[in-house]
């Protein structure tokens, strides 16, 4: 028997009980309002916009306003979407069912910099950027960096169980937060961590429950502080460019980098071929390669000057050793410091005819392990060309592939392809064209033994289905949908995600 | 200056309730197609409200879906009111940061709200603050058109002639409200040997808001470069830095030629003459200075340097710098107004914005704020008075005139 869904209209009745929570000026119904908060970073369908607009937005300003909403949701049976900076690329904000966005950026106070156990509790609405520019003042380092760093958010990178460039050094958002105060879907508020101390890093007592609430996408409820690890701001930060004749070299060459040993090293990324060819596109766009470059190695080292001294030594004979050529100063501190900027913006992309169109940037995410990258890169980059061919709403950007371990360099990598979609003239048949290109694109990591997403999540059309039915064991899903029915006995939070609907069947 | 921003003339064609022109829906799409937001975290206006919807990137998309027929232009409320035009955006845009050179495509955020504001007006869904806005503005042609505002008297017994190679030019508000920092600027001038004159009729300028007055605005800035023509300039010193936007930027936007004059900022010029050592600034001045950059030098025109070169030429200044792109996250709280625009819409949060520069200022432990903006110098100085900090405001020309021993 199928469990048949029924949510309450956001009416004046429930507009008026969300204002005496959160106040007049922070329920926002205008179309707008709504619109701006429907999609995140993720390929949008705007021919389909009206499906995902919430029916309101507020902006609660404290713990206790969002338990209040959540319990409001909880009692009325509507659906709750967090919504925090919206830079997501797996849809985890974009709401299915429409009901309210609990926005969270009013809530981006630092609540206490705590400089001799070397942590910093902020409240979840903050700025991985904001926060920096706070610690750094002080000598200390929030060392976290997503691709969206400037402008996401520590509510959404918990939600999103978000990925670092340089975890390589400090690990991912999952081992930067000691614990966390979480409204649950009831509106009852705990604080998870290790243990019971609120500044524990390591405990035995109890389950270790820490984890559930990092990637849930919001269905889960809504994390309203957290107490954040505060590193030593790191003397030096020495990046460096390596260029190869070919992929394959950098890939022989990524090996030994891995297994260097090298501890102050944050990441090392390879650019494929057709990333290269992309980035000479736009030739004042990015500093020129020569022209036999055809594959590069990012490195970047972060530590005492001793250290990087010694450690940037060996890393340059390693990348001899394979050909790797150093790009210079001048390219490799410039790509550095624009990382978080230069990939992502329209007028890249281009159609077959080499016309430049309203195309956006996408980037599709797995863990894929080292051996198996240059069947993935193959079999992907064929993939696009056909769906390029054919249908001349996508173009390849070209293909990352980032050590995805935390505090070492060596395992698996988190995998991209970034690809251009000319949103603006998506129909519906394109628009499913695109989901068939992503289920494509999905299946080639499964047949691999990887994971579908290393950093974004897999709750979106094309990657769910995938994920749910195919990646992950039967028995863990059915544990999902437990711990889903238990924690939200209505279904209100963020409803749909990872098809959890199923939860409440039968 | 940088010639990478070209403004788009998306100014000709009227916009309906339920209709912005296709190119407007476009270039819309092209924040929306980024989608990284970085516009919105470097906003003085959201970092006080916190609201999405006071962001760039909401505009634009705000827009689009005005064109995608899901709401109209009379629902947007006073949404574009939340916005300083101080410029941090449009800067911070990948677009301009990584496309403006190569395709001459730049993010113009802040055309895009005096154009959007106009046609909520023209169609009559009257914003809150719209009133007092144009009142402000109004206020001001009335005066000029009938000859009340004093624009020449700050120089009547300094000699300028209104001709010459070099001209100096302010418009109404430094001419009226900021005279003796506008006379050290002349004093410092002809220290060094300058020959230049002044204009004795200029109109207001009015930066970004010249578009809300129509074929007078139009009127306004055909009279300013025609008189600057007849003068003989090569070169046009301005220190407003509101009104070298309107020279370098505004003025070729809307009349569609380029000024066959160069326009130079007032401490670019200085700063020369001191490197080539016709200003030497010798008497100590015992200050603990930092410096607010000038939305409209810093983040619209990219002039930073100079101002600092000046403070650090002047012995006894202990100057303490925060650098330039940490300051995009700054404004004092007035923006790109002639007329205290964004004050009469959000007195509070103007209030606010201001304050916290100050407070930043005073964390570096300095005792003196050096600027070179009348407006900024208008702004912080009822901010000071408001909050009784303890800071204070000065103009770099009055720094180096006290070392040139000039007062």
Partial sequence: ?506 | MSTAYTYKPWYEERWKDNWVPEEVAVDCYSTFACRHKFCREVCPVYQETGNEGHSSYSFHVSLLSVARGYSKLRELGDTFTYCLQCGACQLRCPTTLFTGDFYKITNEHNVLVTKTRKELIDLGFKFKGADGMIDNLTKVVNDTDAGKLPVAEWAKDLNLPETGEVILFVDYFMATQMTNILRLVATVLKKAGVDFGIVKDPKPVFTYELDYLGEKGVAYAKHNLETLKKTGAKKVIVPDPHVFVSLTKEYPRLLKEDPPFDVVYVTDFVAELIREGKLKPEKPVKKKVTYHDSCMLNKVSGIWNSPREILNSIPGIEFIDEDHVSQWYYCCGNGASEVRSFKTLHEDLSYRIGLKRLRRALDLEVTTLALTCPHCNEQFSEVKVKSNLNIEIIDVFELLADSLGLR
């Fill in chain 1, 1 to 506: 028997m199928t469990y048949v869904m029924s949510y309450r209209k956001v009416d004046g009745y429930v507009i008026e009980r969300l204002a005496k929570i959160v106040g007049d000026a922070n329920v926002l119904t205008l179309p707008h309002e709504r619109f701006i908060r429907a999609a995140s970073a993720a390929p949008f369908p705007l021919h389909r916009w009206d499906d995902h607009a919430p029916d309101v937005v507020v902006l609660p300003g404290s713990t206790e306003e969002v338990a209040e909403v959540l319990k409001l949701a909880n009692e009325l049976r509507i659906p709750v979407v967090p919504r925090a900076a919206g830079t997501g690329l797996a849809d985890g904000a974009v709401p299915l069912k429409k009901g309210i966005v609990v926005d969270i950026k009013r809530m981006k106070n630092i609540l206490e910099i705590d400089e001799e156990n070397m942590c910093v509790t902020v409240q979840t609405g903050i700025c991985n950027n904001t926060l920096n520019l706070e610690l750094n003042k002080r000598g200390y380092w929030w060392p976290f960096d997503p691709a969206s760093y400037p402008c996401s958010i520590i509510g959404g990178n918990m939600g999103t169980s978000a990925w670092s460039l340089i975890g390589g050094v400090s690990g991912h958002i999952r081992d930067l937060v000691r614990s966390f105060v979480h409204v649950l879907p009831t509106g009852k508020v705990i604080t998870v961590g290790e243990g019971g101390g609120r500044k524990i890093s390591k405990s035995s007592t109890g389950y270790t429950l820490k984890h559930l609430f990092f990637g849930h996408q919001g269905t889960l409820g809504i994390t309203t502080e957290a107490t954040l690890e505060m590193f030593p701001k790191p003397e030096v930060e020495f990046p460096a460019f390596f260029g190869y004749r070919s992929f394959m070299d950098a890939w022989k060459n990524a090996l030994k980098m891995a297994k260097s040993g090298l501890r102050t090293m944050a990441t090392h990324i390879m650019f494929d071929e057709w990333k290269v060819e992309a980035l000479r596109r736009d030739d004042e766009a990015y500093i020129p390669l020569p022209e036999h470059i055809k594959a590069v190695i990012a490195t970047c080292f972060y530590g005492t000057e001793a250290e990087v001294k010694g450690a940037s030594e060996r890393i340059f004979e390693i990348a001899a050793k394979d050909g790797g050529i150093y790009l210079g100063e001048e390219l490799s501190e410039g790509d550095w410091a624009s990382r978080h900027d230069r990939y992502h913006i329209a007028y890249h992309g281009r159609h077959t005819d080499g016309q430049v169109g309203t195309y956006s940037w996408h980037c599709e995410d797995a863990a894929v392990n080292y051996s198996a990258i240059p069947y993935v890169r193959e079999k992907w980059h064929a993939l696009v060309a056909e769906y390029k061919q054919k249908y001349d709403v996508f173009d390849d950007m070209g293909g990352f592939y980032y050590n995805n371990n935390p505090f070492k360099q060596w395992g698996d990598y988190l995998t991209e392809i970034d690809v251009f979609i000319d949103e603006y003239h998506l129909t519906e048949e394109l628009w499913q064209k695109w989901v068939e290109l992503k289920r494509k694109i999905a299946e080639v990591v499964l047949e691999v033994g990887g994971s579908i997403s290393a950093c974004h999540g897999g709750t979106r059309p094309g990657d769910v289905e995938l994920v749910v039915g195919k990646e992950l064991d039967p028995g863990v899903y059915e544990v999902m949908k437990m711990i889903k029915r238990n924690l939200d006995p209505n279904n209100i939070m963020n409803p749909g995600k990872y098809l959890l609907d199923s939860a409440y069947e039968g």
